[in-house]
């Protein structure tokens, strides 16, 4: 079974600067993909950034990046440019490719704080 | 496009009463996902359909639970009997396919 693990509850970021959060994953298989998914407070989950395991180059969306590293199993995001609208709950997900379901598997998240 | 959507967004309820959500996915999205999110976890996965059958269910999904898409529209989640450990936040997505997610507000279930 696959799993998502983020072992860094909390964050905290000055406003305009970059943060880093991690992710690691465990699985067996080759082909999937990797999503980090931003949760504002009381709001619903939206999509941050999205990579294709088959794909070597990082993902990129505005000032959000990812460092992919399939060998290692790890799959961080970073935050370039840090902005008061970006404190959220962040929660990697992992997904197959060509599952049945594609459900999606979370982390348990990192909660980032920015300081104005 | 007015999103996904899911009533009501709060529910309180005692032990024992039963309770039932409803999620209305996307129109155009033949994906449909529950999932549950209890305090400081990530959410997991409840159930699937794919139009109006349900392909796969979670063993976090007990007797208890039941959930219905008929006609392939919107769906419902209803729980019997009520325990204190089913106070979470129930989310519902959809998509279209295999593309992304979109995830509505979730319902706030709190069973006392």
């Known amino acids: 079974a696959q799993t998502v693990t983020q072992s860094q509850p909390e964050m905290s970021v000055q406003e305009a600067e970059t943060v880093t959060l991690s992710c690691t994953y465990d699985?067996?298989?080759?082909?999937?993909?990797l999503f980090w998914y931003k949760q504002p407070p009381s709001r619903q989950m939206i999509l941050v950034i999205r990579?294709?395991?088959?794909?070597?180059q990082n993902a990129t969306e505005n000032r959000f990046s990812v460092n992919f590293q399939k060998a290692a199993k790890s799959f961080s995001l970073k935050i370039s440019d840090s902005q008061l609208g970006d404190a959220a709950m962040y929660f990697c997900a992992y997904r197959s490719h060509g599952g049945a379901t594609n459900k999606l598997i979370f982390g348990t998240g990192t909660l980032l704080a920015v300081q104005p | 496009d007015t999103g996904v959507s899911q009533d009501p967004r709060h529910k309180i309820t005692k032990r024992g009463q039963n309770v039932t959500f409803r999620c209305d996915p996307i129109s155009e999205h033949n994906r449909l996902y529950w999932y549950r999110q209890t305090l400081g976890q990530g959410p997991e996965f409840l159930t699937y359909f794919q139009n109006e059958a349900q392909l796969e269910k979670s063993r976090l999904l007990s007797d208890r639970f039941s959930a219905e898409r008929p006609k392939g529209s919107f769906s419902t989640l209803e729980i019997q009997r009520t325990e204190q450990g089913d106070s979470a936040m129930y989310l519902c997505?959809?998509?279209?396919?295999?593309?992304?997610?979109?995830f509505g507000p979730g319902t706030r279930l709190t069973v006392t």
């Open positions: 699985t067996s298989e080759s082909d999937y993909y």
């Open positions: 997505a959809s998509s279209l396919e295999w593309y992304e997610q979109y």
């Open positions: 990579q294709e395991a088959y794909k070597q």
